[in-house]
């Protein structure tokens, strides 16, 4: 019976371990949420007995991000001491470029971008770019 229970056990870690492995964070994810996800599976893991280190554990959440994270996670990855930085620290250092990032995007908010056609019909008639406020007000209405 014990020899069963061990065999299950092994194979719960291994499910696990695969699972930790294999978990990637998706562009639309939460970064919170995914570590939250990441913490449940070591917590787990460790709960049955396997030994996990923390290094092991902050790379493969660095290989974990999407694209939008490629800058931070490779100064992360060049200049950071790996083996004393906690999953805080980097989760931190995350959370700050995600705020960067997107303080940026809103404040580009207020450009205005031409389609195609737009494009196109101002070069037809002269390739004026700059339109008076009188040419715009009469061009919107």
Known sequence: MCQGADHVKKSKIQTLKSEFENLN???????????IKINGLVTTIRA???????RYILKRLLRAMPNKYLQIVSTIEQFGDLENMT??????????????????NDSDGGKLLLTEEE??????????????????????N
């Open 25 to 35: 964070m998706k562009e639309t994810d939460q970064l919170d949420d995914f570590c």
């Open 48 to 54: 049955l007995g396997e030994e996990i280190t923390k």
């Open 87 to 104: 999953v805080e620290e980097i989760v931190g250092s995350l959370e700050a470029h995600n705020e960067r990032t997107r303080s940026q």
């Open 119 to 140: 494009w196109s019909r101002r070069e037809n008639t002269g390739g004026k770019l700059l339109l008076t406020r009188e040419e715009w007000m009469s061009k919107t």
